[in-house]
């Protein structure tokens, strides 16, 4: 059975702007928590480019319910021209876990 939550999965050009997003996503009760992962290589192609770079993958928790203003947020204050946003449902986890995610983030219309 799914859950109302997603992780969104989203790369970023370096540490600071990784910790700028999730200060905000997190004070803003978008997201409930966004880890940051210390490296990832990402292989892309970009304006008929072959792309070799270095990047941070952050993962960020939040509700279905608010993924709207999360995505329009994100979009808003990150630095790339096309920022990857993938959102995943999670169709399982800690009934506990999941509670905390609905009641750490604000859900408006």
């Known amino acids: 059975m ?4 997603l992780l969104i999965l989203c790369t970023v050009p370096e540490r600071q ?16 928590c966004v880890n940051i992962t210390p490296s990832v290589t990402s ?10 770079e270095d990047e941070l993958l952050v993962l960020i928790k939040a509700t279905q319910a608010g993924y709207p203003r999360l995505e329009a947020r994100l979009r808003s204050l990150h630095p790339y021209e096309l920022p990857e946003i993938i959102a ?11 509670d905390w995610v609905e009641q750490c983030t604000i859900t408006k219309s």
């Open 43 to 52: 292989v892309y192609r970009w304006e008929d480019k072959l792309e070799v």
């Open 88 to 98: 995943v449902p999670v169709e399982q986890g800690l009934h506990e876990y999941i």
């Open 17 to 32: 702007t990784a910790l700028d997003l999730a200060r905000r996503l997190v004070a803003e009760g978008l997201a409930a």
């Open 2 to 5: 799914a859950t109302p939550l």
